[in-house]
């Protein structure tokens, strides 16, 4: 009785294994391209997550409405296995195994956030998949000889030099004063270190330099020392909530200071939170819908932002133009390779040089992409504030509205 | 470090003020921790998700197109039935259990109820605003934003609302007693079950109007609740059970603490100095009450 109640589970569990191992492989099935990628779904990150989701889905969508990929001869169609993260970098790099090795994904879109993204890399490394990443842009992530990570967004730390150097040159060439402020963690810190060598490399001087924790919610004393040392430029970048503390306490403490530079203003949905009290500030983006670049996918920037919202009800934040593009990407490497040999896709990807609606892209040795600047918004409104709008206003090439600079002080406001 | 904030007599002023205000409505969560912790010896690890949920319902109101304010009305009476919702369903096994019990089941609450806020509400960082304004003092060198003003006002209204109920009604009168002996009120005829079930839900209501106080002065976010666990736990370690005016003096005193830490130390310690005090705190509560044991030696 016994004996036979121990073999009736070995055969089925040799059963339950033939049968995984039939699912198993499956990079390819058909004219399926399996492409995987763990995302945020729940969890801190889950906001941004789903936009890198709705991203990646509309894409895939309008690739393969649109003739899907062609290699060898055959059409192929795009489909993506999702996990959910839970926001947990952790959980991320047991999901990317079990992708790869369980489900034979052999093919990775990146999950969100630098953090998650640092934890995935490894796994992919080390089973040789490509991975092309459209949200992870600490700069480290790019330092580590990574071969098949790739990367289709500027590295952090190019967010807001450009902002020094246009303070720079609106004080008339002279060297200017730095205040900052930045939360501790990868990305932050990355962008803080941008700013350094802007600083260092225009003679500006650093005179606070703060670092903020991650359950920030109150900025005062920071503000405070701001206003007491009067500097030419503020900079903060803490995620969302950095963004919306800052422009919240500035606007309650009254600090005058002629620029105000941030990430994560769109995320933050900063001119919807807090209306006219966030005009000015200036904000690092990756993407703009504004921007002429053009790709026959999606036509252009505006082109997408309208099609997206259509989809979403929702205007597209850069999170999912840079996803979408992630796809574009691959969709070109593949083609490129005319194969589905992982080597092989990596070597056509490591050559990419294409133009999409989301910009120029192409990879450096590193991974990160090289042929995208950023660009920078100043939140405008109009006069009784009731509709703030982001403008583009550097770099030149791509402005479509004048700096203004210096911000109005308070008391003219 | 930075002592920048010594050098100017301004900052000083500022840093002092704003932990005051600060402080204040540290305090009032802490009263509620103290009420609950006094009566029904709990430590309810889920407050500060409490006043995250209260702030959401001052949040919600205000995406309504409420003034926020209106919150610390609509906010705690709704949070008075969570409160007893919460005391329903689960205190009431874990009252009379012993204090790890009710810490764990009052933690496992607290995930519970990030995880609810996240998914129902979003992960995004949210706030509402009160336009309040600013009062200026000393030709605009100290600021004092009006919401923090109405938050330290509002805080002490309750507060003081709530000592008078507590001294004249019926309900206050039953609790304090359940508080100072749960089985001779019983005996009395006083409805214990009733009287905890109560507690908890005026001291949910608490957390509901510093909630929405906080969401019009800072921020909220899901996931933001343990810092003002920790910080009424400490208050109240600091003032003892039952004694009102310490519990407002040592939120006051936190609230300036953290402030000139947030200015020496840096923006990055100051949660960090919050726990570090407590840390302080308990080895010399500890060493206190040691000594005490070796004289009755």
């Known amino acids: 009785m016994k004996i036979n109640k121990i073999i009736l589970s070995f055969i089925s569990a040799i059963a339950l294994l033939l049968s995984t191992s039939v699912t198993s492989f499956a990079k390819v099935v058909g004219d399926k391209i399996v492409l995987g990628s763990a995302i945020s779904l729940t969890g801190k990150y889950s906001s941004n997550g789903v936009h890198t989701q709705n991203g990646y889905n509309m894409a895939v969508d309008r690739i393969n409405s649109m003739g899907g990929v062609k290699v060898g001869g055959k059409t192929y169609k795009f489909e993506i296995i999702y996990y959910d993260d839970e926001s947990n970098p952790k959980r991320a790099a047991q999901l990317a195994e079990r992708l790869i090795s369980q489900d034979g994904v052999e093919f990775m879109l990146g999950p969100y956030s630098s953090g998650l993204t640092k934890a995935i890399a490894p796994v992919t490394e080390k089973y040789g998949v490509p991975m092309v990443e459209a949200n992870g842009a600490s700069r480290s992530l790019f330092t580590k000889g990574y071969k098949y990570l790739f990367a289709v967004l500027a590295p952090a730390n190019l967010y807001l030099d450009v902002a020094i150097d246009l303070a720079v040159e609106k004080n008339g060439g002279k060297p200017v004063k730095i205040a900052q402020a930045f939360e501790q963690d990868a990305f932050s810190q990355d962008v803080r270190l941008g700013i350094l060598e802007a600083a260092e490399r225009t003679g500006s001087k650093i005179i606070i330099d703060d670092k903020l924790p991650k359950e920030l919610n109150d900025m005062a004393a920071t503000l405070a020392k701001v206003k007491a040392v009067k500097p030419d430029v503020l900079v903060v970048s803490g995620h969302t909530k950095g963004a919306l503390t800052a422009i919240r306490q500035i606007a309650e403490m009254k600090v005058d200071v002629p620029m105000l530079a941030m990430t994560h203003c769109d995320a933050a949905k900063l001119s919807k939170q807090h209306g006219k009290n966030s005009e000015y500030a200036l904000c690092a983006s990756q993407w703009h819908k504004t921007l002429s670049y053009k790709d026959k996918f999606f036509g252009n920037g505006m082109k997408y932002a309208a099609d997206f919202e259509k989809e979403f009800k929702y205007d597209p934040p850069y999170q999912a133009a840079e996803s979408s593009a992630a796809l574009l990407v691959f969709k ?78 308070w008391s003219e406001r | 470090m930075d002592f920048l904030i010594f050098q100017v007599p301004m900052l000083t002023l500022q840093a002092t003020l704003d932990g005051v205000l600060l402080g204040i409505l540290f305090a009032l969560i802490a009263y509620g921790m103290a009420l609950q912790w006094g009566v029904m010896n709990i430590i309810n690890i889920a407050q500060g998700d409490l006043v995250i949920l209260g702030g959401y319902i001052a949040y919600f109101m205000y995406l309504w197109g409420i003034h926020p304010a209106w919150g610390v009305i609509v906010s705690p009476f709704i949070m008075y039935f969570v409160g007893v919702g ?212």
């Open chain 2, 86 to 297: 919460i005391y329903k369903l689960v205190i009431n096994k874990v009252v009379d259990r012993d204090l790890f019990i009710s810490i764990l089941a009052t933690f496992g609450i607290s995930i519970l109820f990030m995880q609810l806020m996240n998914f129902a509400f979003g992960a995004d960082v949210v706030l509402a605003n009160s336009g309040y304004g600013t009062t200026m003092l000393f030709d605009n060198s100290v600021t004092l934003p009006n919401s923090k003003i109405f938050s330290a006002f509002i805080s002490i209204v309750f507060a003081i609302g709530l000592v008078v109920y507590m001294k004249k009604s019926k309900l206050g009168r039953a609790i304090r007693a359940t508080a100072q002996n749960a089985r001779a009120a019983k005996i009395l005829g006083v409805d214990t079950e009733k009287v905890y079930a109560a507690t908890f839900g005026i001291n949910a209501a608490l957390c509901g109007v510093a909630g929405a106080l906080i969401s019009i002065t800072f921020t909220i976010h899901p996931y933001m609740g343990l810092p003002y666990t920790i910080r009424s736990f400490m208050i109240v370690i600091v003032a003892g059970l039952g004694n009102l005016p310490g519990v407002a003096m040592s939120g006051m005193g936190l609230g300036v603490f953290e402030e000139f830490a947030d200015y020496i130390l840096g923006t990055e310690f100051r949660i960090g100095s919050v726990f570090l005090l407590l840390v302080l705190i308990l080895v010399y509560r500890r060493f206190k009450l040691s000594r005490k044991r070796e004289y009755l030696k």
């Open chain 1, 332 to 409: 070109d490497a593949f083609e490129r390779a005319n194969s589905f040999d992982k080597k092989k896709v990596r070597d056509a990807l490591a050559a990419t040089n294409m133009q999409t609606f989301y910009g120029n892209i192409k990879f450096a040795p590193g991974g990160q992409n090289v042929d995208k600047p950023m660009v920078l918004f100043q939140v405008m409104c109009n006069a009784d504030g009731s509709k703030c709008e982001n403008k583009v206003v550097a770099p030149t090439k791509w402005a479509s509205a004048k700096l203004i600079h210096p911000i109005p002080s």
